[in-house]
């Protein structure tokens, strides 16, 4: 089973837990298309930092990493020097890891260097055809297109983008549908 009922009476998708964050996470953003600049580098930057941690981890602390993280606006983040490194590692409302803060700070370089427009880059590696089949769905760990799109951006220079990582990104911006059949969301 890939759903469950909760007490609302609304049948969600069955990794959405009964804490109010996460269903208003998946009730609201998880899956919608999202082509905006600034959202897309968030979704990098917070997926970069939730590697080996659980989502809600980082749901929990997304807005202390906005505040910080001067709202994920490449352009601020890539002027950031090791002064502001050092007061970020010590900022109790982020995840505190120096390699992740480091590559936050220069996939904003790698943005604003080249001026790389993520919507563009990101969407032209979305699936052209239709993906998760109502008939025996399962999530997947990563995809082709999350592949090609891991390759591309560690190229241009990018850190924290392996294709598991990228296929989250891809699942939370809907890139692409893996809602599950039967999830309320589900299109």
């Not at 109502?134 to 995809?143: L, Q, V």
Request: aromatic share 10%.
């Amino acid at each position: 089973m890939n759903t469950r009922v909760h007490p609302d009476g609304l049948e969600r998708c069955i990794w959405v837990t009964d804490d109010q964050i996460y269903i208003d996470y998946h009730d609201t953003e998880w899956g919608t298309p999202t082509k905006n600049q600034r959202s897309l580098f968030e979704g990098i930057c917070l997926e970069g930092f939730q590697a080996g941690l659980s989502w809600i981890t980082i749901l929990k602390r997304r807005e202390g990493f906005r505040q910080v993280f001067e709202n994920f606006e490449p352009e601020k983040v890539s002027r950031f020097d090791e002064d502001k490194v050092s007061e970020l590692l010590q900022d109790e409302r982020i995840i505190r890891n120096r390699a992740k803060v480091i590559s936050a700070i220069n996939n904003a370089r790698v943005v604003t260097d080249n001026a790389i427009d993520l919507v563009e880059l990101m969407w032209s590696h979305a699936p052209k055809k239709p993906q998760t089949p109502k008939k025996n769905f399962e999530w997947k760990a990563a995809s082709e297109e999350s592949v090609a799109l891991s390759k591309t951006l560690k190229k241009l220079g990018f850190s924290f983008v392996g294709p598991t990582t990228m296929y989250a990104l891809m699942q939370s911006t809907g890139m692409v549908q893996d809602h599950a059949p039967g999830c309320f969301r589900r299109v």
